[in-house]
C-alpha cells in the first residue's frame, strides 16, 4: 500500500502541470457545487422550517393572488363570525379581529406589515415578544427578528417607511410566519394606509377543540362568505411561500446534479487522456507484473487525489466567496437566505465528488482488463 | 528433456494470426521450438519475420491463436489473465528496443518496479534494486531519472529491471536497436555476462548478428516459421 501510495505521489509530481491544471478545473467545478449546495440547504432549511399550526382561520378575498389586493367588508366577517357560532356554538370563537395587511418594500427588502388591534397581535397570531415591548401608539411598530435581522435595526431606533416615521418599540417572534413582517396597530394602520381599502385579513381564532379544517370547509359553504371570500387555514397561507422556496430548492438540486456531471466528465476527460497519451506505461505496469485491477487503483487513486485536492480548493474558494461577498446572506421576497458552508453540505459533497472520481475512473477503465497489451504497448 | 525442468521453455504448434481490416495475417505458422535453462537464444529474421509475436507469446503479453507454450512447467496458452499476470510477474523479464522505463521514477525505482508488483515494500526492495545496479555498472546513476541517462544507460537499467525478480527467463526485443555500435556492444556483452552468472535464460530478438557470437542457440525466421535452428 505505502509503495502503491509512494508510486502515486511521485507520478503526480513528475506531471505535477497537468495535474495542477486539473485540480484547478475541477476546483471550479466544486466550487460551483458547493455554492449551490449551499444555497439549497438555506433554501431547504428555510422551506422546512415548520409553521405552527394554530387555529386561526383567515378570511381573504376570493380571487386575489395577493391579499393586499383584495378587502373583506365589515358586514362579510361579521357574517362569518356569526355563522361558526351558530353553527360550532358561541364558545366556538375565541377572537375574531379585522386585519390590515401589505406587502412593502422597506429599505430594499420586502416584508409584509400587519395593522391589528394590541390584543389580536398576542391572541391570535400569537406573537413572542423577544426584545422591548409591543406597539400601542399610531406611530410605533414591532418588528419580527427576520426582519430586524435584515434591515439591522435596533429597538428604540426610529424607522421610516411608507413616508412616515415609526419608533421600533419591540422585537417580535411570529411562529406562524416564515417572513420579515412588521406590526402596528389597527388605528395606526388606518392612518397610514387610509380608510377606503378597509382590512384585507379576516382573522378568527376558534376554540381548540374543533378541528380547524371542518370549521373553514362549513365557512367557505356559508351564503354570503361564498363565493366573495375564500377562507384558508393561516398556516396554509404561510406554507405558500415555503412551496416557492421548494420549487427553487428542487431547480438548485438540478444545478448540483449538473455540476457534480461535470466533475464527473472533468475526471473521465483527465483519465482519458491519461490512458490516450500514457498506453506504453499503462502496459508496462501490466507486463511488469501490475494486475489491471491494480492498474485501475492506481488511475482511481490518481484522480481521487486530483478530485481531493480540487475539493479542498474548491471548499476554501468557496468559504472565500461566502465570506467577502455580500450575496451568501440576502433577502428573496423579504425570506432571509443565509448561505453557510455547513458541514451537512461539504461531508456528503467529499463523498459524491469522490463517488464521480470513482464512476468516472470506471467507465474510462472498466475495458482495460480485456485490452491486448501489444496493442497498448504499439500505441 | 523434462517438460518439467525448470527454465525449459518448450513450444509446439504455435500459430499466432490477426486480422487487420479484411485481411488475415498469419504471423506465426506453426513455430516448435525447444530451449533449455540458461541458454542464450539469439531469434535473427527480417523485419516482419515474427520474431517479435514469438517473444509476445512467450512473455505470455499475447495469446497464441493455436499451439502449446510451456516455460518453466507451465502451460500458459489457456492460462486465465490473472495466472498470465502472476507468470509475467514471478517468470519473466522483459528489455524492449525502447527501453520502456517509467520517466516519473529515478533508475533504482524503475529497476525494483517489478518486485513492487509482487507486493515489496520500498525499504525491502531498494538493497535489491541497488544491487542489480550494480551488476549493471549503474549504481552512481540511481537517483537519475531516465530523461538524465544515454540510450545505453536507460537499457542498463531496462536489463536490471528485467533480472531483478530472477526470472526463468528474459525476453529481449531488439535490445540493441535504438544504440549505437559503441554502446550496443557493451550492452551484448553485459547480456552474456549476466547468462553466464546469474543462469538466466535469454531469448534475443534482434537483427543485430553481433549477438550470435554470445549465442548458444540460433533460430533464423523466415515468414512465420523457424527456418534454421542452429546450436553455437
Known sequence: MIAFLGYLFKDLRHDWGRSLLTVASLSIMVISYLLTAALADAFDEFGSRPGVVSHNLVMLAADTIDPMQGSVSQEAFDLAVAAVQAQFGPQSVRRAEPTIFRTLRIQGDTMEVFAVAPVGMTEIYNLALLAGRLPTGRAEIAASQEAVSLAGWQVGQEVEFYGQFFQLVGEVRYEAGKIASLWMTYDAGMALFGERRGFQVGALNISGELDPETVRAYLESVPGIRPAYAVYLEHDVHARYGQAIQDLLKFTIVMDILALSVITFGVFNATSLTLTERSREIALLRVAGFSGSTVRRFLFGRALVQTLAAYLLGWGLARLVTWKHAASSFSMHGMHVQIILSPQVVLPGLVLTSLCAWLAVWLTTHHLGQRNLVVLLNE | ?232
Not at chain 2, 540458461?38 to 535473427?44: D, H, L, N, T, W
Not at chain 2, 528474459?170 to 536497436?177: H, M, N, S, Y
Not at chain 2, 534482434?206 to 523457424?226: I, K, P
Open chain 2, 1 to 232: 528433456m523434462s517438460l518439467s525442468e525448470p527454465g525449459l521453455i518448450h513450444v509446439r504448434g504455435l500459430r499466432r494470426t490477426y486480422r487487420r481490416g479484411q485481411v488475415q495475417v498469419d504471423a506465426l505458422r506453426g513455430v516448435d521450438l525447444d530451449i533449455p535453462t540458461g541458454a542464450f537464444v539469439v531469434v535473427v529474421g527480417p523485419s516482419g519475420s515474427g520474431k517479435t509475436t514469438l517473444l509476445h507469446l512467450l512473455g505470455g503479453i499475447d495469446r497464441p491463436t493455436e499451439g502449446q507454450i510451456c516455460i518453466a512447467g507451465q502451460a500458459i496458452q489457456g492460462a486465465s489473465e490473472a495466472e498470465l499476470t502472476r507468470f509475467r510477474r514471478d517468470r519473466i523479464g522483459f528489455i524492449f528496443q525502447f527501453y520502456n522505463l517509467l520517466p516519473s521514477l529515478n533508475a533504482l525505482d524503475n529497476v525494483i518496479l517489478p518486485l513492487l508488483a509482487k507486493g515489496w515494500s520500498w525499504k525491502k526492495a531498494n538493497p535489491r534494486g541497488q544491487a542489480m545496479l550494480q551488476q549493471v555498472g549503474l549504481q552512481a546513476r540511481a537517483r537519475h531519472k531516465p530523461g538524465e541517462l544515454s540510450g545505453g544507460e536507460q537499457q542498463r537499467v531496462a536489463i536490471a529491471r528485467a533480472l531483478v525478480v530472477e526470472p526463468a527467463v528474459v525476453l529481449a526485443d531488439e535490445p540493441t536497436g535504438d544504440l549505437d555500435s559503441v554502446t550496443a556492444r557493451e550492452v551484448v556483452d553485459l547480456m552474456a555476462g549476466l547468462n553466464r552468472n546469474l543462469g538466466a535464460t535469454f531469448v534475443i530478438a534482434t537483427h543485430n548478428l553481433e549477438l550470435c557470437r554470445h549465442a548458444t542457440h540460433v533460430f533464423e525466421m523466415n515468414d512465420g516459421r523457424l527456418v534454421v535452428s542452429t546450436k553455437g
